[in-house]
């Protein structure tokens, strides 16, 4: 297999000489920099530009390269943000206070969240053991990230909300059968993802959810905890 004439080497990834997406993002070229450095070039019929490292050194650049071409396409299309104000979420959060404590002591406005109605669909289903194992957490892992505001929207969220609500001050009883943490990853960050979808994107709650739900994947692999500092 040789190159085709027309490809421009220098589009293609030096490791699996795939194409690389037309406007990498901060992230994606940051690896590639990082990762030169631990290579040696490598020219081949299929790219003569092309370098060889260990496998682990370059696999998340290849997973990013191809998630760069392939899903961020999709989130363009649907709107979503591919850059977020970090630095201005902790207002936006603190903003929802009022909305968030009625959540944790009103039981009424919590038999309207549909984030405490899958819950106790949950706790109906599976009893109150099953919903607080390690397991279950791990398989509701998606229902506790704040859609595409990714893991790194997730650590502030949470980071806020613990010192507006800490632990300690919340009443169990108002809102059993979850503890504390588990009402702040269950509840309250899916209802501030929800609230902040609804305001960015001009939609109702049930379209903001369906954003969230859809965007969870884009979201965890756009904007990963470490904010994109790899290396």
């Given at each position: 297999?040789?190159?085709?004439?027309?490809?421009?080497?220098?589009?293609?990834?030096?490791?699996?000489?795939?194409?690389?997406?037309?406007?990498?993002?901060?992230?994606?070229?940051?690896?590639?920099?990082?990762?030169?450095?631990?290579s040696?070039?490598?020219?081949?019929?299929t790219?003569?530009?092309?370098?060889?490292?260990p496998?682990?050194?370059?696999?998340?650049?290849?997973?990013?390269?191809?998630?760069?071409?392939?899903?961020?396409?999709?989130?363009?299309?649907?709107?979503?943000?591919?850059?977020?104000?970090?630095?201005?979420?902790?207002?936006?959060?603190?903003?929802?206070k009022?909305?968030?404590?009625?959540?944790?002591?009103?039981?009424?406005?919590?038999?309207?969240?549909?984030?405490?109605?899958e819950?106790?669909?949950?706790?109906?289903?599976?009893?109150?053991?099953?919903?607080?194992?390690?397991?279950?957490?791990?398989?509701?892992?998606?229902k506790?990230?704040?859609?595409?505001?990714?893991?790194?929207?997730?650590?502030?969220?949470?980071?806020?909300?613990?010192?507006m609500?800490?632990?300690?001050?919340?009443?169990?009883?108002?809102?059993?059968?979850?503890?504390?943490?588990?009402?702040m990853?269950?509840?309250?960050?899916?209802?501030?993802?929800?609230?902040l979808?609804?305001?960015?994107?001009?939609?109702?709650?049930?379209?903001?959810i369906?954003?969230?739900?859809?965007?969870?994947?884009?979201?965890?692999?756009?904007?990963?905890?470490?904010?994109?500092?790899?290396?």
């Open positions: 297999v040789f190159l085709d004439p027309t490809v421009d080497p220098k589009t293609l990834c030096p490791y699996c000489d795939d194409p690389l997406p037309p406007k990498p993002t901060p992230l994606l070229r940051k690896l590639l920099e990082t990762i030169a450095k631990k040696r070039p490598s020219p081949r019929p790219n003569p530009m092309g370098r060889k490292a496998l682990e050194a370059f696999v998340a650049l290849c997973q990013r390269h191809r998630f760069e071409s392939q899903i961020l396409p999709e989130a363009e299309s649907k709107g979503w943000p591919k850059e977020i104000e970090f630095d201005k979420l902790e207002k936006r959060v603190r903003k929802l009022r909305d968030l404590k009625a959540l944790i002591t009103d039981a009424e406005v919590r038999s309207n969240s549909k984030f405490w109605a819950v106790m669909a949950e706790v109906k289903a599976k009893g109150t053991r099953a919903m607080t194992g390690v397991r279950n957490q791990f398989a509701n892992f998606d506790m990230q704040p859609g595409y505001y990714g893991e790194q929207g997730s650590v502030i969220i949470q980071h806020t909300l613990f010192d609500f800490p632990p300690a001050t919340i009443n169990q009883n108002d809102i059993k059968p979850l503890n504390a943490n588990e009402f990853q269950r509840i309250l960050v899916p209802e501030v993802a929800k609230s979808i609804m305001e960015d994107q001009n939609v109702a709650p049930a379209k903001a369906k954003i969230l739900r859809e965007s969870t994947s884009y979201g965890v692999a756009m904007f990963p905890e470490d904010g994109g500092e790899w290396g």
